[in-house]
RNA sequence: GCGCCCGUAGCUCAGCCGGAUAGAGCACAGGAUUCCUAAUCCUGGGGUCGCAGGUUCGAAUCCUGCCGGGCGCGCCA
C-alpha cells in the first residue's frame, strides 16, 4: 500500500467537500495535483501543490486557499500538524502512529512488501537481448540485457502481468552467412585445408564444435556438395545451436525468456506479406525514391525505386524501405511483422529495449506500431547506452585474440552475475557508463551492491545478537509484527521507517517511468540510513540494536532491522540478487 | 547536413511525468573504535545546473536556438 495515496484520497475529499460545500466551484480537476514527500523533511512527511494547482481555477489567492484546504485536513485523524508555506504548498506532519502502522504492516508482508496492484495485471511485452544468432553473447550485450531482466521483474513487482520476450533474427542475409562459416568449420573437422576465413564470413572458434558435430552426423555427405543442397540445413542446425549458446551465457546472468520468437517463421507464416497488405491497403505504402543522407553519401550511392512506407505519416523523419533490391523484405518489414504479431497476442504495450547503436530505428518502429494498431498499441523503446570497460581506470581492449574480455560469459565468470547485474543499473540507461573491473568487486560505501550488502549483513548480524541475548524470545516476523513499535521514537529510527514506508511508492514510480536504476538509487540511500542509526548505537548505547536490559525496547527494534532486511531482500529481489548475511 | 542521447561540485553521477535554501559518492581537511562488523559513521570547504531566449505563481526539469561530447544515418540486423 502506498501510504501517499492515501492521503492523495483525504486531500482530494477536502476539496471535493469544501466543492460540495460552496466554498470552491465544483468540478475542479485534481489531476495535476501531487502528494508526495517534501525534498526537505524539515517541512513535514506529505506535502501537497493543491493550492498552487486549483488557485487559479478557484480564483483565489494559493495561500488563502491553502488555508481553507489546510483548516479541513487538521481534522483529519493521525494528522499532527497542517502548514501553509511557502508560495501556498500545504505540508503535512503525521503522526507517529501511522509510520509505526506502516513499518507494522512491512513485516507482516515480509517479502512481498512492496508488491502493488499498481498494473492491474495488464499485459506487457519486454523484448530484450535479441541479439543475432551469430556467436556468443558479448560485453555489448550485458547492460540491455540486465536492464530488460529486470525493468520486466520490476513490472511485475508492481503488479503487470510481464512477459519476457527475445526476437530471434534468423532470417536475413547474416545467418546465410553463419551457415557457410560453419560449412567451412565442417570441412576443417573432415581434413580439408579451409585457409583463413574469408572477409564477411563468423572466423570464431566457438564454430569449430559445430563443425565437428555437423562432421559426425553427416559423415562427408556434404563435402564437395553445392550449396544448395546443405546451406538451409546448416543454417538450421547452427541457428539452434547459437541459440542454446545464448541461453547459456543468459543463465549464467540469470536470466530466462519466455518467449523466443522466429523472425523467418514470421515470414514463412505469411505474416509479413499480411502487414504489407494490411498496410498497402490503408494507404501506408508506396514506390519512391529517397534522397541520400546529407554528409554522408555511401560511395556506392545510386538513386533507385524502392517500397517504402510512409513513417513520415507517423512521426518519423523520413519513409523507410520495407524491400531489398532483391525482393526479400528488410529486416524493418519483418520486425513490423514482429509487433504485430506481439500485439495480435495481447500485448497492447510493448517494451523494447535496445543498444545505443540502434537508436535511430526508434522512430520508424513506433510509426510502424502506431499504423499495425490503429493507435491501440503502445511501444516504449528503451536505449542502453553504451558500456566502456575499464579496468583500474584503464579501457580494457576488447581484441578478439588478446584473451581480453570479450564475451558476456567472460565478464560473468570473472565478476560474478549478481554484480553484473546491479552495477548496470546503477545509472540511467540512457547515460553512458564506465563499468571498472577491479572497482565493482572491491568494498566501499562507493560501490552500491557491497554497501547495499553490508547493510544486509549487519541486519543479519544483529539478528544473530539479538538471538544470543535473548534465546527464548520469539523473533519470527509473526510476533515481530505484535513488538511495541511505538517506542521507536528517535529520529534516526522515524526516519528509517519512514523510508521502509516509502518503499511501495519508489517501485510503482520506478515501474511508470520504465526505469530500474531508480531501485538501486532507493537501496543505497536506505542501506545509509540504516548505517547512521548503527553508528548512532555506538556514540550512544540507548540507541543499541539489543539492549540487554530491555526486552521489549530490543524486540521493537528486531521489527525495524526487520523492515530493513524485508525492504533490502525485496529490492535485490528485483535485481535477481540474493541478500548476504555475512560479508566474507 | 539530419536524427537520438548526454552536458549539474576538481572527478563519477542522482535529482521522482515544474515546486520551497540544487543532493550523494570519490578526492581534500579534521574527528568518532575498551561498546551489536570502523570495509562504517560524523563535521567542513567546494556549483554562473553548457550558453542565450521563451512558457508561468515557480524551470536543473518543459519549448526554441546555439556550443561541446557520444551513437547512428537506402538495398545490415
Known amino acids: 500500500m502506498n501510504i501517499f495515496n492515501r492521503y492523495r484520497n483525504i486531500i482530494e475529499k477536502s476539496v471535493k467537500d469544501l466543492s460540495a460545500a460552496g466554498a470552491l466551484p465544483a468540478g475542479l480537476d485534481v489531476s495535476r495535483l501531487t502528494v508526495e514527500p517534501p525534498r526537505d523533511p524539515a517541512h ?24 481553507l484546504i489546510a483548516q479541513r485536513l487538521r481534522e483529519a485523524e493521525e494528522i499532527d500538524a497542517v502548514e501553509v508555506a511557502g508560495p501556498g504548498f500545504i505540508n503535512l506532519r503525521l503522526a507517529e502512529s501511522v509510520w509505526h502502522q506502516c513499518l507494522e504492516a512491512a513485516i507482516g508482508l515480509g517479502s512481498s512488501y512492496g508488491d502493488s496492484d499498481h498494473g492491474g495485471g ?55 552467412s553463419l551457415a557457410r562459416s560453419a560449412y567451412l568449420r565442417y570441412r576443417e573437422a573432415l581434413g580439408r585445408e579451409i585457409g583463413e576465413i574469408p572477409e564477411g564470413l563468423y572466423p570464431g572458434e566457438y564454430l569449430k564444435p559445430i563443425g565437428r558435430e555437423l562432421a559426425d552426423m553427416k559423415g562427408d555427405k556434404w563435402l564437395d556438395a553445392p550449396e544448395t543442397d546443405w546451406l538451409a540445413e546448416i543454417r538450421t542446425f547452427t541457428v539452434e545451436s547459437m541459440m542454446a549458446l545464448i541461453r547459456e551465457d543468459l543463465a549464467a546472468l540469470g536470466v530466462h525468456h519466455d518467449v523466443f520468437t522466429s523472425e523467418r517463421e514470421l515470414v514463412e507464416s505469411g505474416m509479413v506479406d499480411e502487414v504489407f497488405k494490411t498496410l498497402d491497403a490503408e494507404g501506408h505504402i508506396y ?27 507517423f512521426g518519423d523523419d523520413v519513409d523507410r524501405p520495407l524491400k531489398k533490391s532483391d525482393g526479400s ?17 495481447g500485448f497492447a504495450d510493448m517494451i523494447d529495449v535496445w543498444g545505443a547503436d540502434h537508436a535511430g530505428y526508434v522512430k520508424r518502429m513506433q510509426a ?27 579501457p580494457v581492449k576488447m581484441s578478439k585474440r588478446g584473451g581480453s574480455f570479450v564475451t558476456l560469459r567472460e565478464l560473468v565468470d570473472e565478476v560474478g552475475p549478481d554484480i553484473v547485474r546491479f552495477h548496470m543499473l546503477t545509472r540511467t540507461n540512457d547515460a553512458q557508463m564506465d563499468f571498472d573491473l577491479s572497482a565493482v568487486v572491491e568494498g566501499g560505501k562507493d560501490n552500491p551492491v557491497w554497501y547495499v550488502q553490508y547493510a544486509s549483513a549487519r541486519c ?3 539478528r544473530r545478537m539479538a538471538a544470543a541475548t535473548f534465546p527464548n524470545h520469539d523473533m519470527s516476523l509473526s510476533a515481530l509484527a505484535r513488538a511495541p513499535i511505538s517506542c521507536l521514537t528517535d529520529e534516526a529510527e522515524l526516519g528509517l521507517i519512514k523510508s521502509i514506508a516509502g518503499w511501495p511508492r519508489a517501485i510503482e514510480a520506478a515501474a511508470d517511468a520504465h526505469e530500474p536504476h531508480r531501485i538501486a538509487f532507493f537501496l543505497y540511500d536506505m542501506a545509509a540510513l540504516f548505517h547512521t542509526l548503527w553508528t548512532k548505537g555506538k556514540e550512544d548505547p540507548s540507541l543499541k540494536f539489543v539492549i540487554e536490559e530491555d526486552e521489549e525496547l530490543t524486540m521493537a527494534r528486531q521489527a525495524l532491522v526487520r523492515g530493513v532486511e524485508t525492504v533490502i531482500a525485496s529490492g535485490l529481489g528485483i535485481f535477481g540478487i540474493e541478500p548476504v548475511e555475512e560479508m566474507r
Open 460 to 462: 543479519h548480524s544483529v
Open 329 to 345: 523484405w528488410t529486416y524493418f518489414a519483418s520486425d513490423i511483422a514482429n509487433h504485430l504479431d506481439k500485439f495480435r497476442r
Open 44 to 67: 513535514g512527511d506529505v506535502s501537497t501543490n493543491a493550492a498552487m494547482v486549483l488557485a487559479k481555477p478557484a480564483a483565489m489567492k494559493p495561500r488563502e486557499l491553502a488555508e
Open 368 to 394: 510502424a506500431v502506431n499504423a499495425i494498431s490503429g493507435g491501440d498499441g503502445a511501444l516504449d523503446v528503451k536505449i542502453c547506452q553504451l558500456v566502456r570497460l575499464t579496468d583500474r581506470g584503464q
Open 287 to 313: 514506390t519512391g525514391t529517397l534522397e541520400p543522407p546529407k554528409g554522408k553519401t555511401p560511395e556506392d550511392w545510386e538513386p533507385r525505386p524502392q517500397t517504402l512506407f510512409r513513417a513520415t505519416e
Open 122 to 176: 495488464r499485459q506487457v511485452n519486454v523484448e530484450y537481448v535479441s541479439a543475432n544468432p551469430t556467436g556468443p553473447l558479448h560485453i555489448g550485450h550485458a547492460r540491455g540485457t540486465v536492464f530488460g531482466d529486470v525493468l520486466a521483474s520490476l513490472l511485475e513487482k508492481a503488479g503487470y502481468a510481464v512477459t519476457r520476450e527475445y526476437y530471434v533474427n534468423d532470417a536475413g542475409a547474416q545467418v546465410d
